[in-house]
């Protein structure tokens, strides 16, 4: 057995190499106190090749994309104002100290030309109408005794058996009986038309808005028994103010839009000449549909729009849209998948869809949703409708954009 002495014994000089790859230490140590070059070098070549994975940046959404498509929409001016009856006739007893005995229609009630509305008492007018005719037929009595006396007196004019004076007597008297009869004639049509005074009418075709008559009242000449909306014909009263009222043009379509969400057409039918000198508006006249059938209804307040033409658009999905510190927004995606804040201006929006006037180009693909979830920056992974559909466990229609 060889003892070794201090100058040929090993020295155990190691070299620690420690390279970071992924957070593993590779230490490499040589017999003759040196680094082993070959080693190191093919570690730093896996590091070189790794690095890229290593700094790969990680989606933040699956989102899908839509571009700004072209459309032909309305433009529309918006005006608000009350629905009034177009006419409305007070309709009331034309003869007066009349009881009256029935009302036949009620508030609401749909009538014709003609309809008897209510009836009053007619007794004292139909006593007076006998009176009448016999008075007439005495009158006619009298005529005919008269007319006999003058045709004797112009028999015997030419024979001097009777004086001129007579004959002129008769004469008269036949002219007097003839004239009395014609008074009570004249007197009988009086009365004949108190008798169908008796009876309210209606003016014109139409719906009862109001009614004051009741039964037992004694009605006087000239008062208001019925309030008749004439053809059941409503007007829509908008106030436009003076700088627009010029574009708007009789004939031009408008539409209500009432309380459930409907819309009620109606058209232009004239535009006032003069202006409210204190509110500076101007009112607009649009016909609207017959009243009844849960539409519009005399009275109401209601809020609408006038189609002033049709203009081309640039609009987006409105989910496409966001809104951001009182401003809109979209996410441009750029050909590096990353997002782009883009600043634009929106105008019209009609259904789901937003007009866009500018910050945005034809054709620029943007996020179609869930902009909220992004900033600006983020890198995203593009995908198809139907693939993000199924990857949100939904059906692909459900995301499709338009």
Known sequence: MRLFNNKQAVKPAAVVAVLALGGIAVWVTSSNGKTDDRAAGANADKAAAAAPAASAVKPALSVTTTTATPAEWAQTLQANGNVAAWQEAAVGAEIGGLRLTEVLVNVGDRVRRGQVLARMSSDTVQADLAQTRAALAEAQAMQAEAEANAERARQLQTTGAISAQQINQYLTAEQTAKARVQAQVARLKTEELRLSQTRVLAPDDGVISARAATVGSVAQPGAELFRLIRGGRLEWRAEVTASELSRIKPGMPAHLLQADGSRLAG?????????????????????????????????????????????????????????????????????????????????????????????????????????????????VRVVSAGASAVAQGQPASATTTR
Request: charge should be positive; charged fraction near 25%.
């Open 267 to 379: 058209k232009v039918r004239m535009v006032a000449p003069t202006i409210d000198p204190q509110t500076r508006n101007g009112i607009v006249y649009v016909d609207l549909p017959p009243a009844g059938g849960g539409e519009a209804r005399a009275g109401m307040f209601a809020r609408g729009e006038f189609e002033l033409g049709r203009s081309k658009a640039m609009t987006l999905p409105q989910a496409a849209v966001l809104l951001r510190d009182g401003f809109s927004y979209a996410l441009r995606v750029g050909p590096d998948s990353r997002v782009t804040q883009a600043k634009i201006t929106t105008g019209r929006r009609v259904g789901d869809r937003i007009e866009v006037l500018g910050g945005l180009k034809p054709g620029e693909p943007v996020v179609a949703s869930g902009a909220g979830f992004l900033a600006d920056g983020d890198f």
